[in-house]
C-alpha cells in the first residue's frame, strides 16, 4: 500500500454523519464492479456511504466485496437474483443518507460529482431529483449526451419523459430519500424503462431539475439490457401499462413510433431472429397498438418526437432503443 492510499484510508476510518448514499446493485459483473466502486471511494469524503447489492451473483462478487476494508462500504448479497430494481430498493434501504444516487456496476463517476451533487441538493431544497448528462461510452468511441438548459414545468417533463426525448440511465439520477420513500421506490417488477417510469410517477409529487454535468460515464457492456433489442416489445408493453397516459389523446402515434422502432433498429443491424421474436411478442402485447394503421403511425410519432426535441433549447440525443 503507498503512502497516498494509507492516508486516503486512514482519513475513512471513521465515517460522519452520511449526506449521499450512492447504491449500487450488481449480478455477475465482477469484472466492472471494482471500476465503479473505485469511483466512489477515491473520494476523501467520510460523510458519504456506498451501498452494494450483489444479486445473487455467481462470479465470485461476494468474495471480492468481502475482501475491501472501507467503513463507507456497505454491502449484502441476495441469494436469489431478485433484478436490479430490486436490489436499488435493498440498497436504498441498506443505506441511511437523505440523498440517493445510483450507479449501474458497469458505469463510472467521474471525480467532482459527489461533491457537486451535495452542493447542487444543499442550495436547492425545492428540488426533489435531479437528472444529468452523461458520456456514452462504446466501442464506437465517446459520445456525450447534454439535457437541456432549461427544466421544463412538470407536466412538459411528463411530456417528454413519456414521448422518450430525454436521454436516461439511472447512473444520471439522485434522489431525495424522503421523495424516493414517498414514491414506493423503483417497480420490482419493471424489466425496462425502469428510470423514466420512477421519474413519471416523482414528477407528479415532486420537482425534478435537469442538471448541466456529464459526469457519468456509461459504458455500453456485452450484458448490458440497452445494448440489446431483445424483449424490447415486453419490455415497453409493461412499461406502457402503468403509465394511463399513453391513453390519453395525443400519444396514439407517438406510441406506435416506439413500437415499431425497436424491431427495425434490430432488423437494421442484422439481427433478424431478435426482430422475428419482437414481432412474436407485439402480437402477444396487452398494451401496445396493432393493425394496419400502426406503420402510418409510426412516420406519424416519429415527426412529432422529432418536433418536440427541436423546441427545446437544447436538444438532446437518445441513445438506443429504450
Known amino acids: 500500500m503507498t503512502m497516498a492510499s494509507k492516508t486516503l484510508q486512514a482519513e475513512t476510518d471513521v465515517v460522519a454523519m452520511p449526506r449521499l448514499a450512492v447504491v449500487i446493485p450488481s449480478r455477475n459483473r465482477r469484472e466492472s464492479l471494482p471500476r465503479a466502486l473505485a469511483s466512489i471511494l ?11 447489492i450483489d444479486d445473487g451473483s455467481n462470479d465470485g462478487t461476494d468474495s471480492y466485496l468481502a475482501s475491501l476494508d472501507d467503513a463507507r462500504l456497505k454491502w449484502r448479497r441476495l441469494p436469489v437474483p431478485a433484478g436490479a430494481n430490486q436490489a436499488r430498493n435493498e440498497g436504498a434501504a441498506l443505506s441511511s443518507a437523505p440523498l440517493i444516487a445510483f450507479l449501474d456496476s458497469d458505469d463510472a463517476f467521474l471525480p467532482g460529482r459527489l461533491d457537486r451533487l451535495i452542493a447542487f441538493f444543499d442550495e436547492n431544497p425545492e428540488i426533489a431529483c435531479s437528472i444529468d448528462g452523461f458520456s456514452d461510452i462504446s466501442g464506437n468511441g465517446e459520445r456525450i449526451h447534454r439535457l437541456p438548459l432549461v427544466t421544463p414545468d412538470g407536466e412538459k417533463l411528463r411530456q417528454l419523459l413519456l414521448c422518450h426525448c430525454v436521454p436516461l440511465t439511472n447512473s ?30 416523482l414528477a407528479r409529487q415532486h420537482r425534478i431539475a435537469f442538471g448541466s454535468a456529464t459526469d457519468v460515464h456509461k459504458y455500453r457492456s456485452t450484458n448490458s439490457i440497452s445494448r440489446t433489442h431483445s424483449g424490447y416489445i415486453k419490455g415497453l ?31 437494421a443491424q442484422g439481427h433478424f431472429g431478435v426482430a422475428l421474436a419482437e414481432l412474436r411478442a407485439w402480437r402477444k402485447a396487452d398494451n401496445l397498438p396493432g393493425g394496419f394503421h400502426v406503420l402510418p403511425g409510426y412516420f406519424v410519432g416519429r415527426r412529432e418526437r422529432h418536433l418536440l426535441e427541436q423546441a427545446l433549447d437544447q436538444p438532446p440525443a437518445t441513445t438506443s432503443a429504450e
Open 42 to 52: 477515491c473520494s476523501r469524503r467520510t460523510d458519504i456511504e456506498l451501498a452494494v
Open 172 to 201: 444520471t439520477l439522485t434522489v431525495r430519500r424522503a421523495a424516493f420513500d414517498a414514491v414506493g421506490g423503483y417497480d420490482a417488477n419493471l424489466r425496462r424503462h425502469q428510470d423514466r417510469e420512477l421519474l413519471l410517477r
Open 237 to 267: 408493453d409493461d412499461f406502457v401499462g402503468r403509465c394511463p397516459d399513453y391513453r390519453s389523446a395525443g400519444y396514439g402515434s407517438i406510441l406506435s413510433y416506439l413500437t415499431v422502432r425497436g424491431t427495425l433498429k434490430a432488423v
